[in-house]
């Protein structure tokens, strides 16, 4: 291999690098809710409710999670992204369901993008994922939004 | 009228007297008068070139060229990384004092269970983890750092593991190279201390056991080392 294209290839990786090491964040926006939309949703009588899924860490999420969410468990882990897809697989393909985490920043969070592109490769057409900027204690707890504990 | 190719080199200290060299912002300009479309940039001659002999840029050795290319790639990434990387503020605060709960929690190799009021007298980092935490890795090398550094001073980091499963933190702790006590945390002593709803959160605990900082997302380490070095220089 010369020279020049050793040089584009290393070009290329440290793209690739700096790109990819940022998952959630390539989410595209119209697959994303904020936390304050989704409170309004949440806390109107009237409004469609979503089937709302963790896809998290345990320990955070017995801490405190979203009211009637499922935990599903880390969804980089195939694993527990298997047990999403059989989860949502009977359902009609637009039901609405957010997925959430907030683990750690939004930036670097390795749940979220797998479960929104395992969702979308599904052809969920109404699934969201919930924009949590920082991580849940101060995106959501901090903010007085409804929190369940347990299981 | 150009003569013979020159084989400049990057600096002048390099290569023979005879041939002209290019600065790294001559180069960056004929990239940019060559992108406009205004051709080669003739480059004047430099003291140490023949008289009246003008050169191209574009008859320079194109590893120069790359090299600048490169430089240029690798400084864009850069810039872009850290602009997608921030995109949150750390947040700290200074607590009132108040006691750190005290806990006994067990090690994920199997070792003997671990208390924090063994470290009465020393202080304490307290760093809520996981491995799968990318901001947390990110730290844990500079803790490595400040271990070693104040160790003798009377600073104990700790570790608190908040991955679901004990299987992944051994190989972690190796290929981290921590050489501070990591235990297995829980829901339980997430809620004593105040939540632990996102990775990292960092506690500084004074010799006294008092909680006296708490730092929520990834902190950088000439922070963490100037609070310890305060707290250790405490009576």
């Not at chain 1, 993008?113 to 949590?132: E, V």
């Not at chain 2, 199997?110 to 980092?125: E, N």
Request: hydrophobic residues 40%; glycine residues 6%; positive net charge.
């Amino acid at each position: 291999m010369n020279a020049t294209r050793r040089f584009l290839i290393l070009s290329l990786v440290s793209f690739a690098i700096s790109a990819f090491a940022f998952q959630a964040s390539q989410i595209a926006t119209s697959h994303t809710i904020t936390t304050d939309d989704l409170v309004k949703i949440l806390q109107s009588p009237k409004a469609d409710k979503p089937l709302l899924i963790h896809v998290g860490s345990h320990v955070l999420y017995t801490q405190a999670h979203i009211p009637n969410s499922e935990y599903i468990g880390p969804a980089s882990d195939p694993s527990a992204l298997q047990r999403l897809r059989t989860r949502v697989d009977s359902l009609p393909r637009n039901k609405f369901i957010v997925l959430y985490c907030g683990c750690c920043p939004w930036t670097h969070c390795p749940n979220m993008k797998p479960a929104d592109d395992l969702l979308h490769s599904m052809g969920f057409t109404n699934a969201k994922s919930l924009y949590i900027p920082n991580n849940f204690g101060t995106d959501w707890v901090q903010k007085g939004y409804p929190v369940a504990k347990g299981e | 009228m150009w003569g013979t190719a020159p084989k400049p080199a990057l600096s002048k200290a390099e290569g023979p007297p005879s041939e002209r060299t290019f600065s790294y912002t001559e180069m960056a300009i004929d990239i940019a008068y060559r992108s406009l479309g205004f051709g080669n940039f003739d480059f004047p001659c430099g003291p140490l070139c023949p008289c009246g002999e003008r050169f191209s840029l574009h008859e320079l050795q194109m590893k120069n060229r790359r090299t600048l290319f490169l430089l240029i790639v690798l400084i864009l990434a850069a810039i872009y990384a850290a602009h997608r990387y921030v995109t949150h503020t750390p947040h700290v605060s200074s607590t009132q004092p108040h006691p750190a709960p005290d806990f006994n929690l067990s090690q994920p190799t199997g070792g003997p269970s671990l208390k924090l009021s063994d470290y009465r007298g020393k202080v304490v980092l307290l760093d809520f983890w996981a491995t799968w935490c990318e901001p947390c890795r990110a730290e844990i090398p500079h803790f490595v750092d400040l271990q070693n550094k104040y160790a003798a001073q009377g600073l104990q980091i700790i570790g608190v593991s908040m991955d679901d499963s004990p299987d992944p933190v051994p190989a972690f702790s190796k290929q981290f190279k921590m050489n501070y006590p990591v235990v297995m945390g829980n829901a339980k002593i997430g809620e004593q201390y105040g939540g632990v709803l996102g990775l990292p959160i960092a506690f500084l605990i004074d010799r006294q056991g008092q909680i006296r900082k708490k730092h929520i997302g990834a902190t950088e380490a000439p922070v963490f080392e100037k609070e310890i070095t305060d707290l250790l220089a405490e009576k």
